[in-house]
């Protein structure tokens, strides 16, 4: 998986700086911004005082541990609230990693830092359960067109919202032909592709410029159906683009239409999850291995992409059921979705989704399974809420507790 991070890394020792800075040239790490300075702990507390906090910091300090504490309470001051600390001491103790731990560092390692090391703290801290919820990235693509990929990526989003009770964005990044307004019965004042035009531009009020959406909770950035020439969209624009929707909404959905592009495929590589939508076809079961076998290996096994057979049971009498393809394919589909055109096309001519035109119907548990699957902490609306999480235990966010 790729990282997307802000790091800082104040060092003393020569092998943590070397560590560091190779950080960079690995691949997980590619897409990260990271600074590598001299100067340790006391440095970051200067530097702090006047420079934004990144996602995450690095200090190595080589001080007395007995005071250590003081030192990290001078950093709390002035970094900004919810950053991810990591620790690295001279002492190899467990009771001053638990002291620290305590502290609300996210993790204390001793100095000097192998690559290997650095690596596996940063992996371990973005993964941080307890950590800030982040806004997850979801990306749905047909293996062919037309399977219904834009109708499921649609009802995935309004599961999010109105069921799971989630700030969602659907960003349709069929730029022409796109029918998320239309599906929602929203008429988008400007065709979200113009964004692209000027990248430059693209901030988070362009961006809630071309957002349309009944509430808060879902709004859609797509097009009012412009015949419009979209070429040479930029795959760091698109980036910058979505990166910028993760910062207002916890889950974004991207419909990722049936192309191959730079853009298309940073897309389904880096997300979260990557939904892969398939109709039971031959052409479908062939566009399908390509792509798994292209995705999954880039994404590595613990992010391998989620398969929905659409249509599930139109090729019965041709024999192409679902256990056929995933038998072909070597793969568990999350879901197999019938054939339902009465559903399907009443909702559509509606500007309804499934779940607003049809008050209770089965499909609405299976988007909203869909949408779970994904890793997003949502509520089901009507079920009985869970009781309130204490916030992350956040050096900088909360009162310091004594230490003994
Ligand atoms: N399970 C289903 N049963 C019946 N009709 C369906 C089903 N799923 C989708 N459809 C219909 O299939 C048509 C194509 O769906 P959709 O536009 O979502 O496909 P797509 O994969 O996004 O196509 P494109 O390649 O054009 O982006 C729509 O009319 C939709 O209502
Ligand atoms: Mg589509």
């Given amino acids: 998986m790729q990282h997307r991070l802000t790091i800082d890394v104040f060092c003393h020792a020569e092998q943590t700086s070397a560590s560091a800075k190779a950080l960079a040239e690995q691949r997980a790490f590619a897409r990260c911004k990271i600074a590598v300075r001299d100067g340790g702990l006391a440095r970051a507390v200067t530097h702090y005082a006047d420079h934004p906090s990144p996602h995450l910091i690095i200090v190595e300090d080589d001080g007395d541990t007995a005071t250590l504490q003081s030192r990290l309470d001078a950093l709390a001051q002035v970094v900004e609230p919810g950053r991810k600390l990591i620790v690295v001491g001279a002492v190899n103790d467990i009771s001053v990693y638990r002291r620290i731990v305590s502290l609300g560092v996210t993790d204390y390692l001793v100095s000097p830092l192998s690559l290997e090391g650095m690596m596996d703290a940063i992996e371990r801290a973005a993964h941080d359960p307890k950590g800030p919820e982040r806004c997850r990235l979801v990306a749905v693509t047909g293996a062919r067109g037309g399977v219904g990929a834009s109708t499921i990526a649609h009802n995935m989003a309004w599961a999010s919202a109105r069921r799971l009770n989630l700030k969602t964005i659907l960003a349709d990044m069929d730029l022409t032909f796109g029918t998320a307004g239309l599906a929602f019965n929203q008429d988008p004042r400007t065709a979200f592709g113009e964004a692209f035009n000027d990248p430059e531009r693209i901030d988070i009020t362009l961006l809630e410029r071309y957002m349309t959406g009944e509430d808060d909770n879902l709004q859609i950035l797509s097009t009012p159906g412009i015949l419009r020439h979209y070429e040479g969209i930029d795959e760091e624009a698109v980036e910058k683009t979505i990166d910028l929707c993760r910062q207002m909404a916890k889950l974004v959905i991207v419909d990722v239409p049936h192309v191959w592009t730079d853009w298309s495929e940073a ?138």
């Fill in 267 to 404: 897309l389904l590589m880096s997300a979260d999850e990557t939904v892969l939508v398939l109709a039971p076809d031959i052409a479908n079961i062939r566009d399908s291995r390509n792509l798994l076998d292209f995705l999954n290996g880039k994404r590595g096994d613990s992010k391998q992409v989620k398969v929905v057979i659409n249509k599930s049971d139109v090729a019965k009498r041709t024999r192409l059921l679902p256990k056929d393809i995933s038998n072909t394919l070597g793969i568990q589909p999350v879901a197999a979705i019938p054939f339902d055109p009465t559903t399907f096309i009443e909702a559509a001519n509606d500007g309804k989704m499934i779940g607003d035109r049809f008050k209770s119907h089965k499909l609405i548990g299976v988007f909203t399974d869909l949408v779970m699957r994904t890793g997003v902490r949502g509520s089901v609306k009507g079920a009985a809420k869970p009781a309130k999480k204490l916030a992350f235990p956040s050096l900088f966010r909360k009162p310091q507790p004594k230490v003994a």
